[in-house]
């Protein structure tokens, strides 16, 4: 069995000598260590040796297993270093090469044009109010004057939770609620910007999520023609001087009187496209003047007090601002979308 280990030994290390590249030393270390090697079947073979002997034939066994591994690591190191060298002698680096540029991080196109509102109501003095997506069914519906089971909820087609009462909010309106209760009796002017959900088929104009930035002020004397002020001068300050609108009567459960307010679509320019449903227009908010019931609900005496409120849509801005054909591509997280932002 000495005489066997010795010859192994021999072999493996004569082989070893000749081995000039990485895949031919995997292949010598399959050959000689692998299961299938000779050296391996020397120890299956332990238990057909006389008690006396395994002991010593192990330790021989083991020593020429160390002796392999070890020469097979440098020989492997020798290689690398080999190759390393090589490398170096063959491939140049030009250092007067001008770097490879560093892709940098940019705002996405919603926050670009949330920043853009902030700023144009910052200017005529409101401020940034921020409430919380999940909300209750008393805020979402009920304190803006809808109650359970009226009709006017299917207007808002609601992600329930599995929590009674506890749902998604399916618009910024319920932040109106905690705006006045947090500034009653005294007269407030914010927006509420935040993330709305609602189970709608998407399109081209309607996602399931989306952002919205509501505005409600309340105080003395408040009247239709300032919120019309308001939104034309906002409309104007967004898309110039020449931008053309339009009001259109309409019905929310929490304003009295309300109305929609249209932009010229830019996309088509007015001529009617799939965006704006072949109409020319397209709806970016709906406004109204506060209900008494809401004002009532919020902390306010409605015989002292009137306001008005708007939600509108920062995609839909961003839509007709950048002649965006689909509202679809803002969660796409498409790049080749992203980066012209």
Known sequence: MFEELEKIQTAALAALESVQSEALLEQWRIAHLGRSAPLMQVFEKFNSLPKEERPVVGKRANEVKRLLESHLAERSEALHQNALAQALETERLDVTLPGRPIQQGRLHPST???????????EMGFQVYRTREVESDEYNFELLNIPAHHPARDMWDTFH?????????????PGQIHAMRENAPNPV???LPGMCYRYEQTSARKEIQFN???GLAVGHHITFGDLKGTLIDFARRMFGAAVRTRFRASHFPFTEPSAEMDIECFICGGKGCNVCSSTGWLEILGCGMVHPVVLRNGGYDPKEFSGFAFGMGPERIAMLRYKIEDIRYFWGNDLRFLEQF
């Not at 599995?162 to 618009?171: A, D, N, S």
Request: net charge positive.
């Open 161 to 173: 939770t599995i929590t009674p009462g506890v749902l998604l909010r399916t618009h910024t309106s």
């Open 189 to 191: 002017r914010v927006i």
């Open 212 to 214: 919205q930035v509501e």
């Open 112 to 122: 670009q044009i949330l920043r853009r509102i902030y700023d144009i109501f910052a």
